[in-house]
């Protein structure tokens, strides 16, 4: 498996807290991505990175932030919970040259 | 903009035997890539097979192979000799090559294999 982690697993938290979703890959990646998908569906991207310093939003409207203060972290923020953030978190990075996005584990978020 | 149509929401097919996923794309652009992922319950995406759009040869990758038909936007895959931990979800994905580079998803293939 490829060395992306992704905390905590599972998240339920109520409605109105802050929480920060964590990544972090050892692979020197450039390129990281974090992609929503509710169950059963398809991914869609809601923020992108293409190395320190850059931070772009995807094609999915989200209300999260992220920051890539460092290559192998990037971390994603909501400051105020909602039930419609219930979903699963993917995120994922890519070397610069290479073909092949490696994801994480996910994290699971119920908000109630 | 570039979309990803699969088709077949849910499929199965008995150990051993072999299965087809189909998926489409619409795509303006020339070169690009495409992808297919798995996704095992509870566990990590993993990449399965990828196909340069400018390559005519078909990717194969042990018992997975591709059907790249450029002209008709079709990237199938076919899955030979199913083993039950070939159950997961199937994503088909498209990238264009140069640009912002991002994955486009289609909606997933559910495959449950029958012993």
């Known amino acids: 498996e490829a060395d992306i982690y992704q905390t905590p697993r599972y998240l339920v938290i109520g409605t109105g807290k802050k929480i920060t979703l964590e990544c972090s890959q050892t692979?020197?990646?450039?390129?990281m991505y974090w992609y929503q998908q509710d169950p059963g569906m398809e991914l869609h991207l809601i923020h992108y990175s293409y190395g320190v310093n850059s931070t772009e939003k995807g094609d999915l409207s989200s209300e999260s932030t992220v920051s890539r203060i460092r290559t192998e972290h990037f971390p994603l923020t909501l400051e105020s919970a909602r039930p419609s953030h219930t979903s699963q978190y993917l995120c994922?990075?890519?070397?610069?040259?290479?073909?092949?996005?490696?994801f994480g584990p996910g994290t699971r978020l119920t908000v109630t | 903009a570039q979309t990803v149509t699969q088709s077949q929401p849910e499929m199965s097919v008995q150990e051993a035997e072999t299965v087809t996923l189909s998926c489409t794309y619409d795509?303006?652009?020339?070169?690009?890539?495409l992808f297919w992922y798995k996704q095992p319950p509870s566990r990590q995406m993993i990449l399965v097979i990828r196909q340069e759009a400018y390559k005519q040869q078909n990717a194969t990758e042990n018992r997975f192979s591709v059907n790249f038909q450029k002209a008709a936007k079709s990237f199938s895959l076919k899955i030979s000799d199913s083993q039950l931990g070939d159950a997961a979800m199937y994503f088909c994905a498209y990238r264009r090559r140069g640009g912002s580079e991002k994955l486009v998803f289609g909606k997933g293939t559910k495959l449950t294999v029958n012993p």
């Open positions: 692979m020197g990646h450039d390129k």
């Open positions: 994922a990075s890519r070397a610069g040259t290479g073909y092949e996005q490696y």
């Open positions: 795509t303006s652009e020339s070169d690009y890539y």
